[in-house]
């Protein structure tokens, strides 16, 4: 049974006032009006692109990390190898908000010297929106694909297994498409995302059936069990978990992931107890490829868009109103929240009022 509070009166705000409160409180949390700025509008942006997940509910938890020292404020990404198309960084536990644009920008600038760069990215804190970076690539008419680790409070199962062992490890992928708003296909290889249940938990609502197990390995719909402790039975004081999309493919995307962007970037993996640290680390792996270097930009281009015409051509199921492309979704959210404002349910919007009394600011 759910046992959170449903959301009494949900708070709307605009994004441009929401930015600096958020900036506020990670001024009075040590960080630069500069740092502040740009982390506190690369969560608004999550919010407005209608990942409530990984926007500014994330906010209480950075706190947290800062407070304990998992978290440093004002540290820039570490350059351990610069040999030219590869890159080995450090972001030695700097926002991933910051040190992730800092490790794309000088990945992005091998790419469109040397035509390609493979940019290993470790001891990053929580990088927030994937996408983000791809959509920085595909804005200087790069190719990109990313794989990343999530090492904190593993919550998501293994296919075939009983409780949490990694975490929700994104992958995404960013295409260029000339003429028009680039691919960005960007997702957990759970089958939701970790976020979007602290966001339910919080709304007080059940979530769909083959989503989540209990602390027994049982289905179940409650988000509580990767949000809190369970409070009674067999399983008081344990946690739950996810499950992976797509059975064994997702779960195979998922180990690719922690291998690739934990191991391969010298970030670690995750194969220890848990701990209650609200600091989250990222590791990613990127690969950046400059199609015009590749020699094949003109049959590039053509081909992209000729294809993409081709599916938005077809027929649309009933009840659907056009086939999209990953990506478009993002952007008509963007649209439509930027104008009507931002609605953060009660209880996210009381732990962000509560963060900000532990830093001495009051919203």
């Known amino acids: ?20 409160q958020v900036a506020a409180i990670l001024v009075a949390a040590g960080s630069s009006e500069a740092e502040a ?42 350059v351990c190898l610069d040999s030219g198309a590869l890159l080995t ?9 910051v ?12 790419a469109q010297a040397h035509g390609s760069c493979i940019m290993a990215l470790g001891n990053a804190h929580h990088l927030g929106r994937i996408g983000h970076f791809a959509e920085m690539a595909a804005a200087q008419g790069l190719v990109s694909m990313h794989f990343v680790n999530v090492l904190s409070r593993p919550v998501v199962a293994p296919w075939g297994g009983a409780d949490g062992r990694f975490g929700t490890n994104p992958c995404c992928i960013g295409v260029p498409l000339k003429g028009g708003d680039p691919f960005v296909l960007d997702f957990a290889t759970s089958r939701v995302a970790q976020g979007k249940m602290r966001v339910a938990y919080n709304e007080g ?7 989540l197990i209990d602390p ?74 400059d199609p015009a270097k590749l020699g094949t930009q003109a049959a590039f281009e053509q081909e992209a868009m ?47 009022q509560q963060a900000a009394a532990k830093v001495n600011v009051r919203l």
């Open 99 to 110: 040190v992730g644009e800092q490790a794309m920008q000088m990945g992005i600038a091998r």
């Open 216 to 289: 027994q390995g049982r289905p179940t719909t409650d988000p509580g069990v990767v949000v809190v402790p369970q409070k009674e039975g067999v399983g008081a004081g344990l946690f739950g978990a996810l499950m992976t999309f797509g059975e064994h493919k997702g779960y195979g995307l998922a180990v690719a992931c922690e291998l690739l962007g934990g191991a391969l970037t010298g970030g670690g993996t995750w194969h220890r107890p848990a701990d209650a640290a609200r600091a989250v680390l990222n590791g990613m792996l990127t690969v950046l490829i």
């Open 89 to 97: 960084l450090d972001g030695q536990r700097g926002y991933g908000q």
């Open 306 to 352: 000729a294809f993409v015409d081709w599916l938005r051509q077809g027929p649309s199921a009933q009840g659907v109103e056009a086939v999209q492309i990953a990506g478009e979704p993002e952007r008509r959210a963007r649209q439509v929240r930027e104008r009507a404002g931002l609605v953060l349910d009660a209880t996210t919007w009381a732990e962000i």
């Open 205 to 211: 609502r059940q979530v769909e059936p083959g989503y």
């Open 1 to 20: 049974m759910n046992t959170s509070a449903p959301a009494a009166t949900p708070h709307t705000v605009q994004a441009a006032p929401l930015r600096a």
């Open 37 to 78: 700025a740009t982390v506190a509008a690369n969560l608004v942006m999550a919010n407005l692109s209608g990942h409530d997940s990984h926007g500014v509910g994330m906010v209480p938890r950075y706190i947290d990390a800062v407070l304990e020292g998992g978290l440093q404020p004002n540290t820039g990404v570490k």
